[in-house]
């Protein structure tokens, strides 16, 4: 099965990435990714400026959320050129490393004639530019001006038009988008300190994890329909081969997963990459770019039957019943779902929780 996707001048393997973050934060773990197969490597994000980060720093919540204030690099991007830039290109082979690089137009003019030498491409963290276009499109233009490498400017979730912003960025010469950064400003709580449990110094965490996935399929989808020529970098709550598939599906031609090995474990990169080949072949695809080249359908119909129930799949556990929010759903004397057709309103909710997937629709 052919894993590999190609965009920009470049190949990866196969189409996962780590996002930038803790896991990728110096050499060493950079080339411990590299190791578990990734078709890429994102580096920690540099700045002119080391960050100086509050502890706690990052609340991991169930197995679907993280809320972090981490900022970017703690080292200074003197550490990043002189160790681990120089051991990370005389080790990673033929595994592109994309350097992401934040955050203003005159932090771009520092850091990109540095760190060139080294990138085979850069993602660009850009929330501090704020929601302005012709700003935004400054800080575009100045890359351009200044590299020749593939460069790709990261969404924050908070820009309230990711089609505009693809158009801005395309203009003005950039080569796609990483979509999406973490959610917020949001907060969690420690009620037992009347406290925040963990913040920066406004009260503030951002969140991400499986949690935000869905939120971060539709802005993919929303930037490949505005700009189909942008290449398109999916990331946020990849946690699965079919994770990968649905975001390829959405418009994306790699992924980048952070919070889920975060959460439920860092050997996670690997079980995705052996998953995948299963994964394709039991919905049908023949290589990840024939995922790339499907069109994705839109679902909105407006007619609809009734859904209707396999008895031998039915555990009997009910859930349908108790979460029916149109009271449309009693169990018969065998305590299987009968649906009261007068009251269903075909809205497909007992379909998709039904643990045993005994209702279809
Ligand atoms: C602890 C933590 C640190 C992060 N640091 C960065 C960073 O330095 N630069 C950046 O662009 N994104 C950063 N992110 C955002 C992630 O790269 C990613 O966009 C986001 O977490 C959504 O993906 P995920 O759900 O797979 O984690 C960070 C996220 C977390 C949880």
Redesign the pocket.
Known sequence: MDLSTKFDGLTLKNPLMP????LVGDAEKLLWLKDQGLGGLVA??ISTKDAHIPHP??IGEGNNA?F?C????EYPKEKWINEFLPELKAKKGDTPLIL?V?YTKEDMEVLIPLLDEFADAF?V?CHYVGTDHEKMGEVVRTIRSLTSKPFYM?ISPHIPDPAGFAHTIKQNGANGV?A???LGPSMVIDVEKRQMACSNDKGFV?M???V??PL?LATVYTIKQAEPSLTVIG????ASAKDVIEFLLAGASAV?????P?LRGKELYAKIIADLPKELEKYGFKSVQDVINTQLKNAVTYEHDMPSVDASKCSHCQLCARNCPYFAIDMDENRVPKFNPNKCFRCGLCASKCPVKAIKF
Request: charge should be positive; include cysteine.
């Open positions: 996002a930038a973050g803790p920690k994000t720093c990052i993280i972090n981490e900022l970017w690099t992401s934040g993602e963290s990261k990483v999406i950064n973490s951002w991400s994890g499986p935000v996935k971060a990331v946020g709550g990849v980048g997963m952070l919070s889920a975060m």
